[in-house]
Nanobody, 121 residues
Framework: QVQLVESGGGLVQAGGSLTLACAASGTISGIAAMGWYRQAPGKQRALVARIPSGGSTNYADDVKGRFTISRDAAKRMVYLQMNNLQPEDTAVYYC???????????????WGQGTQVTVSS
């Protein structure tokens, strides 16, 4: 069984910073892309940033220059450094990963339970 667990959310003032972390665990044979999505109240879940196992990262236009995604393959972790946070960044942030579970022959997308980020003005 595969599990993704996020940590690092919280309340911060506008202009502040937070770092989210996500750990993948379980019966994992391989991890391809990892990423972060967010869902604000009344809105659809949307991509924030994505990092493949190799190649370049990509970001949503509204976080470029403020957020940085990184990963530690050995630890099976992905991080999201968020700087200059603004009230419009308030959302539940979800970690996702494309994982090959041991005993299966294809990759599948897994999701964490989400972590709340609230930015006050």
């Amino acid at each position: 069984q595969v599990q993704l667990v996020e940590s690092g959310g919280g309340l911060v003032q506008a202009g502040g910073s937070l770092t989210l972390a996500c750990a993948a665990s379980g019966t994992i044979s391989g991890i391809a892309a990892m990423g972060w999505y967010r869902q604000a109240p009344g809105k659809q879940r949307a991509l924030v940033a994505r990092i493949p196992s190799g190649g370049s990262t990509n970001y949503a236009d509204d976080v470029k220059g403020r957020f940085t995604i990184s990963r530690d393959a050995a630890k099976r972790m992905v991080y999201l450094q968020m700087n200059n946070l603004q009230p419009e960044d308030t959302a539940v942030y979800y970690c996702t990963a494309n994982i090959l579970s041991t005993g299966t022959n294809r990759f599948a997308d897994y999701w964490g339970q989400g972590t709340q980020v609230t930015v006050s003005s």
